[in-house]
């Protein structure tokens, strides 16, 4: 479903070598250390960063010289990306159409899914008057309202106490269930990859040190691994 084959970027000194392969509905966790090329390698796989070399694919289409707007991929960032002037309901239903203008249809697709993220109740409330698990739901609804088939997450829930974390790794988890969703999920914390990835690649300068099922690694972790149980 995404393939990486041969990318090669470098940049100030950094260099970023990567070949990939994830499966249709496959979740992947990729770790490292700061500067190790996560958010990098993000930013190649939804076309904020241009490689020099290798090719990109995404559900079969090769993406590698696409714009940002035509890859089918959404991205969840840590920050969740709201604007403080609109309400949830607006805020989700960008997701669709960046001028709000939404028909009843639309305007019902919005609805079932701040009701599939358990925001029914908030719709007309603005980010300031949410609590942060509920700001981190109102970015997931804007997310899987895009209906695309690849989602990137860059530490969407790294600001929540561990409890609404923990929380917010299952809702994810049930709703790739219910929708087969493909996803790649930056983590620095190898706990939440357990919960919610089935694999795993561990980043060090550019490149994947240590590649694998979430279970293979977990049962018999390697010495790259090791640091972060």
């Known amino acids: 479903m995404l393939r990486l084959e041969g990318i090669s970027l470098g940049f100030d000194g950094f260099t970023l070598a990567v070949d990939l392969d994830l499966p249709k509905g496959g979740r992947l966790a990729v770790l490292g250390a700061s500067g190790g090329g996560k958010t990098t390698l993000l930013s190649v796989i939804a076309g904020f960063l241009m490689s020099d070399r290798g090719r990109i694919w995404i559900d079969g289409v090769d993406v590698t010289e696409a714009p940002v707007p035509d890859r089918p991929l959404s991205i969840l960032f840590q920050e969740g990306n709201l604007f403080p002037h609109l309400t949830a309901f607006d805020n989700v239903a960008l997701g669709l159409r960046p001028d709000l203008r939404l028909d009843e249809e639309a305007r019902t697709r919005v609805d079932e899914t701040l009701l599939q ?11 300031g008057d949410l609590s942060g698990g509920q700001r981190s739901r109102v970015a997931l609804a804007r997310m899987l309202l895009r209906n695309q088939p690849l989602a990137l997450l860059d530490e969407p829930f790294a600001a929540l106490d561990p409890g609404l ?26 706990r939440d990859a357990e919960r919610l990835c089935d694999a795993l690649i561990l980043m060090q300068d550019g490149r994947i040190v240590t590649h694998g099922t979430m279970a293979d690694l977990m049962a018999n972790p390697p010495d790259t691994l090791k640091h972060w149980l």
Not at 117 to 127: E, F, I, N, Q, W
Request: hydrophobic residues 50%; proline residues 3%.
């Open 117 to 127: 993220v358990g925001l029914a109740g908030v719709s007309t409330r603005k980010p």
């Open 165 to 190: 974390r923990a929380e917010m790794m299952a809702l994810v988890a049930d709703l790739c269930d219910a929708t087969g969703l493909t996803l790649v999920m930056v983590s620095h914390d190898l």
